[in-house]
């Protein structure tokens, strides 16, 4: 259904990513920590995480505030 799709957007300084994948792959726990080690790499401070599950597929959406110094 959604594969391993990974979508981002940007508005001013918070940044959001969407992780999603199947549920029988354990390839979208993997998925959802690089995106948070990503995150983390660059100095985001990390403002919610939130994971949904439907009909199989999982998705995670990240939100980061990318200038948590301002």
């Given at each position: 259904?959604?594969?391993?799709?990974?979508?981002?957007?940007s508005v001013g300084r918070y940044q959001a990513r969407l992780v999603s994948g199947q549920m029988r792959q354990k390839?979208?726990?993997?998925?959802?920590?690089?995106v948070l080690d990503e995150g983390?790499?660059?100095?985001?401070?990390?403002?919610?995480?939130?994971?949904t599950n439907a009909s199989g597929?999982?998705?995670?959406?990240?939100y980061w505030d990318t200038t948590p110094d301002r």
């Open positions: 259904m959604f594969g391993n799709d990974d979508q981002q957007m390839s979208h726990q993997q998925s959802v920590q690089e983390a790499a660059k100095g985001w401070r990390l403002v919610n995480a939130t994971t597929a999982w998705v995670t959406s990240v």
